[in-house]
């Protein structure tokens, strides 16, 4: 099976302006995470997608949001950049075929973003 | 919410020797405990996980244990080798909120 897959890879923006990232799960998996990783924060939760419903979401503005499509794939949008937005952008997905929440998650390569 | 400290956040070994990697966990509902493995520039790699009905898993070189009570997990890699030089994130699955929570990570360095 293919991978977890994100496009872009790399994205640069300036302050103000508006991005929209795109994750395309492992065929099956019914789950989308969102992660963001910076070197002083590590790697944050944004919130994750199940069956086109936002199940969780991590402490992020609103600025950041996201959504599923019924082909489980999922995009975020990040409004309104910030310099600080500047970080690795992972999504992983899981199978979740019951919906609990035990089941392993495999990430993307993941969209490195960049605001000038 | 959960929340998750990982320790230290340095470690190096020479090849041939152990490493352990500790993390605690603060929500007593997490049930799901994976751990990661991140290359410079590459995604983070599952290398082991257990859940909270078992107390040790092994893979090969790799193990994890797991003890409830004290709301702690440990990564233990045997006969370190350079290609295990990475950095290794431990994480906790909070079944009630359904949100994986990462922690910090271990920069691993093993020197030939």
């Known amino acids: 099976k293919a991978g977890v897959t994100q496009t872009p890879r790399y994205l640069i923006k300036t302050r103000g302006q508006q991005v929209t990232l795109s994750c395309s799960p492992i065929s099956g998996h019914r789950s989308v995470s969102w992660y963001q990783q910076t070197p002083g924060q590590g790697l944050q939760f944004l919130f994750e997608y199940f069956s086109e419903t936002q199940r969780n979401k991590g402490n992020f503005p609103g600025r950041f949001s996201g959504r599923q499509f019924s082909n489980s794939r999922s995009e975020m949008n990040v409004s309104t950049l910030e310099l600080g937005d500047s970080a690795l952008y992972l999504c992983a997905s899981s199978l979740s075929t019951t919906g609990i929440n035990t089941d392993t998650q495999y990430f993307g390569p993941g969209t490195r973003l960049t605001v000038l | 919410g959960e929340n998750v400290e990982q320790h230290p956040s340095t470690l190096s070994v020479q090849e041939g020797d152990s490493a352990v990697i500790k993390c605690t966990y603060s929500?007593?509902?997490?049930?799901?405990f994976p751990w990661y493995k991140q290359e410079l520039g590459k995604r983070p790699q599952l290398i082991i996980d257990?859940?909270?009905?078992?107390g040790e898993k092994k893979d090969q070189r790799i193990a994890v244990t797991l003890n409830k009570t004290a709301k702690h997990f440990s990564l233990h890699i045997t006969e370190t080798q350079p290609e295990d030089s990475a950095v290794y994130f431990c994480a906790a699955r909070d079944y009630n909120n359904n949100d994986m929570r990462f922690g910090a990570g271990t920069r691993l360095t093993v020197k030939p």
């Open positions: 257990i859940r909270s009905n078992v």
């Open positions: 929500d007593s509902a997490s049930n799901y």
